[in-house]
């Protein structure tokens, strides 16, 4: 394909006159704007969970503003809101852009639906370009990322790589007892016909995902670009500690097996895996839950849930490995039963050299300083990457703070990065990699 000519029309097209090409920031600020509000609830942050009324609600928010820009917008089985240019050829390979517009609950308003509106206003700026491009700008707001409400993340990115767990999915329900498959059906998609979501094999050459940091990297080193190398690795390690319930007044200290006293250990041993003995990136126990949880009463059963994340996978495997071996010494020990369940969510990924270099390529005609970085957060582009080369872009976060309502990044870098997002993806249509 050959190079936009040099022009800048009212809509927010490229524009190349010796400098980088933008996009219509003020737009992209509005669009995040509107959407912002949907799912908003004052003081407390946006709750738009995967699956539910709200992230259904933005989608048809985004479908609708840029069908009227031309584009066409549809959500399929897994839903997956897809948008790409009117008269697209379908049989050429994409270059797949977007994030996931649900929240955490409480959650902040640029949290992956940044990615999205910005992906959206990428494909929107190429489709006004003449010349056919090599690859075909696609922009996808994945669904139910987040798990906030059905434990099944990144569900839309492992509904359009073709790994979904029917059998997981079919059984997975929210607290309220709603049926994932049910929910599925009244956000518009199937889980009878979800394999029709999977993209063939070499159907996406490329995914690119640009995201808020999450954590206060850029922030600090005031840096407004951030290329992921690596998306850190994450295990969930569900652990159940059994002691013996009794009287908190009657029974000697002596002779307790104090289910809580024991957790309290493992949750210690947890934080040592990252701070002491340095053998993960980060490591939390963010869920613990004790019974009969009674203020009088010994508690007899304590659950909870371990998390653990690193960006090298022997690295990560190591830290299972200690706390395993510390929870099967620690019940012995103690006199208790210490029952664990670990799950492997995703593994580290590496991002493509190739988009790398593409995304420092448009950081560099920008005259935008960046730096190469881990994510320390999960993301779709961990899913996708089974499939097709991935690259992610970060901004920065205010303070490193995100999944909150205090989530924030200044306007001037969001626009960066979609600066960036937009000169990277027109180097890749352009077959320059």
């Not at 940044?114 to 494909?123: D, P, S």
Request: glycine share 10%.
């Amino acid at each position: 394909m050959s190079a936009p000519t040099n022009r800048r029309t009212a809509g927010g097209s490229p524009r190349l006159a010796g400098d980088a090409p933008h996009l219509d920031g003020a737009r992209l600020l509005d669009v995040l704007g509107e959407i912002s509000r949907i799912g908003a609830q004052p003081g407390a942050g946006i709750t738009r969970t995967g699956l539910g009324a709200e992230e259904a609600q933005a989608r048809a928010y985004l479908a609708k503003r840029y069908r009227r820009d031309g584009l066409v917008a549809r959500t399929d089985q897994a839903g997956n809101l897809i948008v790409r240019r009117r008269g697209a050829d379908p049989a050429r390979p994409v270059l797949l852009l977007g994030s996931h517009v649900d929240t955490v609950v409480r959650g902040g308003r640029l949290d992956g639906t940044y990615g999205v509106v910005a992906a959206c206003e990428v494909v929107r700026t190429l489709a006004r370009l003449e010349s056919a491009p090599a690859y075909e700008p696609v922009a996808v707001a994945f669904s139910n990322e987040e798990g906030a409400r059905f434990p099944y993340p990144f569900f839309g990115s492992l509904g359009l790589t073709g790994r979904l767990d029917l059998a997981r999915a079919a059984t997975t329900t929210d607290r309220d007892g709603t049926a994932l498959p049910d929910a599925l059906r009244t956000a518009g998609g199937d889980l009878d016909t979800v394999g029709a979501a999977a993209w063939p094999d070499g159907a996406i050459a490329g995914y690119l995902e640009l995201h808020i940091e999450q954590g206060p990297v850029l922030a600090d080193r005031d840096i407004p670009i951030g290329v992921v190398e690596a998306i850190t690795g994450r295990t969930i390690i569900d652990i159940t500690v059994h002691g013996v319930q009794g009287h908190a007044g009657t029974t000697p200290m002596s002779l307790r097996r104090d289910a809580l006293v024991v957790a309290a250990q493992v949750v210690l041993a947890v934080e040592r895996l990252a701070t002491g003995r340095d053998l993960c990136a980060v490591s939390t126990v963010g869920c613990l839950d004790g019974e009969p949880n009674v203020t009088n009463v010994i508690p007899g059963t304590v659950r909870l849930t371990a998390e653990i994340r690193d960006g090298r996978p022997e690295r990560l495997r190591a830290a299972e490995r200690a706390l395993v071996a510390e929870l099967s010494a620690l019940g012995p020990a103690t006199g208790t039963r210490i029952d664990h369940d670990l799950r492997r969510v995703t593994r580290p990924t590496r991002t493509d050299h190739r988009l790398r270099a593409a995304v420092v390529a448009a950081a560099d005609d920008l005259g935008l300083p960046h730096l190469e970085m881990f994510s320390g957060a999960g993301h779709d582009a961990q899913i996708v990457a089974r499939s097709a080369p991935v690259g992610m872009v970060f901004v920065p976060s205010r303070d490193g703070v995100s999944h909150a309502p205090q989530e924030h990044t200044d306007d001037d870098l969001l626009v960066a990065g979609a600066d960036t997002l937009l000169n990277a993806a027109l180097r890749l249509v352009a077959d320059r990699w």
